[in-house]
């Protein structure tokens, strides 16, 4: 897992990566900053990542991170998008 600041859509954002079995890295998380560079808001789980769009997220329950984000992003892409983990 990697974390990086990154420039959102709406400002600031800590990205969350997951290192893929070719040796890449998928974008499993997105968490707004403030300026301060303190996370605020839902911890959002991406779904879907369209190359030139913005990610697809879902928020997870305010206050609340998934404990292996991974992990977390897999079992939300299969609820709401029917995608099973490989």
Do not use: C
Request: no cysteine; hydrophobic share 35%; proline share 10%.
């Amino acid at each position: 897992m990697t974390w990086r600041q990154a420039d959102g859509e709406d400002g600031p954002v800590l990205e969350i990566r997951a290192e893929t079995s070719d040796g890449g890295e998928d974008l499993v998380g997105l968490w707004a900053l403030g300026e301060d560079g303190k996370t605020f808001g839902p911890y959002q789980v991406v779904l879907r990542m369209i190359p030139g769009q913005q990610a697809r997220t879902v928020p997870y329950p305010l206050g609340f991170t998934p404990p292996h984000p991974a992990k977390g992003a897999a079992a939300e892409r299969s609820r709401w998008l029917g995608v099973q983990p490989n």
